[in-house]
Each structure stands twice: as structure tokens, then as C-alpha cells.
């Protein structure tokens, strides 16, 4: 990995914005492995979508569990090798928890939340990842299977706000936000390039990349 000290890196942003694409290329290109989701595995996902007030919470349950079990190897002191690129934040997933579920499904889930959030190391860099509801759209169309696909806007709205708000409190990572709606690093090299310099420059604080495509 070419940015001395960015060993955990974790790219993030809505349904739809092309985090594990990136994820992907990014872990590739810096010789890095890729920590992935693997959503495909909740058996209530499903359920959730057919039905977001029956299946929320134990979709929302098992999601936490399983990222907590994905994270569970990344300690502070050993992230050194092998050096990550992961596509989910872990200090997000309240973000969804606030957004789909009632009360006191939330405090039953806050609670364990609250109990296994110290073991989770911050990253040393996220990226957040931007674009219009309608680009999110039409990348799930393009890339999403099954009900993905077919996200209403309205939940898409309410999500990319949750996000915005999520990240304009968020101060455990430095942040770097990218208005990714006209470029493409997981599929341009000339965009990939651009976005690894630019992560050279982010090691506090928040920085913005909104690149002229005029001159890509």
C-alpha cells in the first residue's frame, strides 16, 4: 500500500453509490485485502424487503452480528498485516437501526450494539461516497439483483439524508468526501489515480473531492 499509515481503510455511502465496486478495485490496486459485507448471507433480508416492519429487526440483528464477526481479527496493534480495504463502517450501523426500526427494537439493539462497538477499531481513513438519489437508482438498476433493484425513492431519500447527517457528526476516522456522481474509480483508472492521491492528502479532519471532469 503506497499511503504509509492508512492500513484500514473502509469505503462508504447509500444503497446503490458503488462502495464494493470500489472497495474491490481499491484493495486490488494497493495490494490490500478487500473486507466485504456479505449480505447475501442474511436469511431475513428478504423478509425485510417484502416487508420492512415485520423484517427489520432481524435483519438489522444479524447484520450487526455478522460485522462485528467480520471486524473481530482488527485489533489497533496488529493492523499491519494484512492491510484492509473494507466496504461498511461499523459506527454506521445504528445509522440503519435509527432508520427502520421502532423504540424498543431499537433500544434492544443499542444496547447490544453498545456492547460490542469497543472491540471495533476506527478506520485510518473512510471514504464517503455521494450521489444524487437519482444516479443511485439507476446504478442499482444496472448492478443490484433482486429487490435491491427496485429501492422506492422515498427510502433512498430518507437514506442518503440519514448519511449526510451521520457523517456531518462523525469524528472517530478522518473523512473523505466524494461527489462520485460523474466519475468512476472503480472502473477508470484516470479516476482511480486521482482518488489514491487525493487519500494521500486526507489524514485528519474532513476533505472534499469533487473533481472537474473537464479535465479527466
Do not use: C
Request: no cysteine.
Amino acid at each position: 500500500m503506497t499511503q504509509g499509515g492508512l492500513n484500514y481503510v473502509v469505503v462508504e455511502g447509500p444503497i446503490g453509490v458503488g462502495k464494493s465496486r470500489l472497495t474491490e478495485k481499491l484493495a486490488e490496486r494497493l495490494g490490500a485485502e478487500a473486507l466485504l459485507e456479505r449480505s447475501q448471507e442474511n436469511p431475513f433480508l428478504e423478509r425485510f424487503y417484502r416487508n420492512p416492519r415485520e423484517g427489520a429487526f432481524p435483519t438489522q440483528l444479524f447484520f450487526l452480528m455478522q460485522r462485528a464477526e467480520l471486524l473481530s481479527h482488527l485489533r489497533q496493534s496488529d493492523l499491519f498485516q494484512p492491510r484492509v480495504v473494507g466496504d461498511f463502517l461499523f459506527a454506521k450501523d445504528r445509522l440503519f437501526a435509527e432508520l427502520n426500526l421502532d423504540a424498543h427494537e431499537f433500544d434492544l439493539y443499542d444496547r447490544v450494539w453498545q456492547s460490542l462497538s469497543p472491540g471495533v477499531p476506527a478506520p485510518d481513513l473512510v471514504i464517503y461516497l455521494q450521489a444524487p438519489v437519482e444516479v443511485l437508482q439507476a446504478r442499482l438498476r444496472k448492478h443490484a439483483v433482486g429487490p435491491e433493484a427496485r429501492l422506492e425513492t422515498d427510502y433512498l431519500e430518507r437514506l442518503a439524508g440519514a448519511y449526510v447527517d451521520f457523517f456531518h457528526h462523525y469524528s472517530e476516522s478522518p473523512v473523505l468526501i466524494v461527489n462520485s456522481a460523474g466519475i468512476d474509480p472503480a472502473g477508470d483508472e484516470r479516476h482511480l489515480d486521482l482518488l489514491i492521491e487525493e487519500m494521500s492528502r486526507a489524514r485528519t479532519g474532513r476533505h472534499y473531492f469533487n473533481p472537474d471532469m473537464s479535465v479527466l
